[in-house]
């Protein structure tokens, strides 16, 4: 079945880049059926979803966070990697991947196991 | 952005009680809701697809309805095992969002 697996940098400084990879193992991210996401939860509290890219590189994102935010695939090694500029200690959250999909598959399975990253000089 | 908010915030049972949550959304997401269940240091699981669609491996005490603004995610019976945030989740729209959680305790 499709796994998914964060990788990344714990610790970033403020102001600086956080940047996450998503491996994906037991399916294509090349698939039409399916998007590839980033959702967050700060810690303590709710979920936030980030933004999604789709097989063709196509994205959506979060308003909150277009700004410094972008997705973006990789086919030749099956992964999907998020950059967010410009973080401060409220960016500090531990980062999921997901998939969902097309009509009739738009919910989240699977996640991946979540990565924290913290902000803070 | 479609809101969602789930009550009770927290909600303290006795196993084999019966477990209600409520997601209202701001606006008609049709059946586009989907429930989750997240344990302390775990990543959220899918229970419930497209409002009251039961997912595969998940127990028949968890059970989903609604449509429109309005849905409930039911546990019957609950066991120990179930204590954990439970969220609402919509996929009618861009951008995707969730309910603030409701924690589900065992007394």
């Known amino acids: 079945q499709v796994q998914l697996q964060e990788s990344g940098p714990g610790l970033v400084e403020p102001s600086e880049t956080l940047s996450l990879t998503c491996s994906v193992s037991?399916?294509?991210?090349?698939?039409?059926?399916?998007?590839w996401n980033w959702i967050r939860q700060p810690p303590g509290k709710g979920l936030e979803w980030i933004g999604k890219?789709?097989?063709?590189?196509?994205?959506d994102y979060n308003p909150s966070l277009k700004s410094r935010v972008t997705i973006s695939l990789d086919t030749s090694t099956n992964q999907f990697s998020l950059k967010l500029n410009s973080v401060t200690a409220a960016d500090t959250a531990v980062y999921f991947c997901?998939?969902?999909?097309?009509?009739?598959?738009?919910?989240?399975?699977?996640w991946g196991q979540g990565t924290l990253v913290t902000v803070s000089s | 952005e479609i809101v969602l908010t789930q009550s009770p915030d927290l909600q303290s049972v006795t196993p084999k009680e019966k477990v209600t949550i409520t997601c209202r959304a701001s606006?008609?997401?049709?059946?586009?809701l989907h429930w989750y269940q997240q344990k302390p240091n775990q990543s959220p699981k899918l229970l419930i697809k497209?409002?009251?669609q039961s997912f595969s491996g998940v127990p028949s005490r968890f059970s989903g309805s609604g449509s429109g603004t309005d849905f409930t995610l039911t546990i019957n019976s609950l066991e120990a095992e179930d204590a954990a945030t439970y969220y609402c989740?919509?996929?009618?729209?861009?951008?995707?969002?969730f309910g603030q959680g409701t924690k589900v305790e065992i007394k």
């Open positions: 037991g399916g294509s991210v090349s698939s039409a059926n399916y998007y």
């Open positions: 997901a998939r969902d999909g097309v009509s009739g598959l738009a919910y989240f399975y699977p």
């Open positions: 497209y409002a009251s």
């Open positions: 606006q008609s997401i049709g059946g586009s």
């Open positions: 989740h919509q996929s009618y729209a861009f951008p995707r969002t």
């Open positions: 890219i789709d097989y063709s590189g196509s994205t």
